[in-house]
């Protein structure tokens, strides 16, 4: 397809197992962000890629967190020991660079749900 | 702390009349503002935006303004159509870094 791809839709855990969340951008798209929803909030910054480096980690809420995207494209968000404060959407996006600064491309979001 | 505020949770409008959504922000270092609207189910989709060389930018039925000086901004929709009912997202980042910081997001429910 040509949006951005997020698998899978929905996760439902239980608390202290390890989750993977993936995202496959737009192609082309050099920039990859992370942001996590939560029930009547805005999209939350986690992390942002330009190309495979993390550029901007300063949203993950600490180490059980991280994210990877080893060849510039696919990214996965893994989330080790969930909480149930984990529990929220983690939306993937991804951008051009540089034509419209701010202008993200979303895909529909994986909803986490931790018991 | 919030540096993008949405201070309006919801907003409830007559189709055909016009809708105005406000926003308010803290970094003085922001320098491109952004409308996202969402529908449920659905990522955000960026709408409009304004550069902070402008006060303001116009798309159709759209416009947004934005007063730097207040540190505000607000998104104009005329007229007001049912299928605007979504939620609408401010959001802010500073040009050359593309950290895109969003706001709490005003549901829109325009009433037929």
């Known amino acids: 397809g040509a949006g951005v791809s997020q698998t899978p839709s929905n996760k439902v855990t239980e608390k202290g197992k390890y989750v993977e969340l993936r995202c496959d951008p737009i192609?082309?798209?050099?920039?990859l962000y992370w942001y996590r929803q939560s029930l009547g909030q805005g999209p939350e910054f986690l992390i942002y890629f330009q190309g495979t480096g993390a550029a901007d980690d300063s949203g993950l809420p600490n180490d059980r967190f991280f994210a990877v995207r080893p060849e510039g494209s696919v990214s996965t968000l893994k989330i080790q020991r969930t909480e149930r404060g984990d529990s929220a959407v983690y939306l993937c996006a991804s951008s051009a660079g540089g034509a419209v600064p701010g202008e993200l491309f979303f895909g529909e979001g994986s909803r986490l749900t931790v018991l | 702390d919030q540096q993008v505020k949405q201070n309006s949770p919801s907003l409830s409008v007559q189709e055909g009349r016009i809708s105005i959504l406000n926003c308010d922000y803290t970094n003085s270092m922001f320098d491109y503002f952004l409308w996202y609207k969402k529908y449920p189910a659905e990522g955000p989709t960026f709408l409009i935006s304004?550069?902070?060389?402008?006060d303001k930018n116009e798309d159709g039925r759209f416009t947004v303004f934005l007063n730097k000086s207040a540190k505000h901004l607000s998104l104009h929709i005329v007229p007001s159509q049912p299928g605007d009912s979504a939620v609408y997202f401010c959001?802010?980042?500073?040009?050359?870094?593309?950290?895109?910081?969003f706001g709490t997001g005003t549901k829109l429910q325009v009433i037929p």
């Open positions: 192609s082309g798209h050099t920039a």
């Open positions: 304004i550069s902070s060389i402008k």
């Open positions: 959001a802010a980042c500073s040009g050359g870094y593309q950290k895109v910081t």
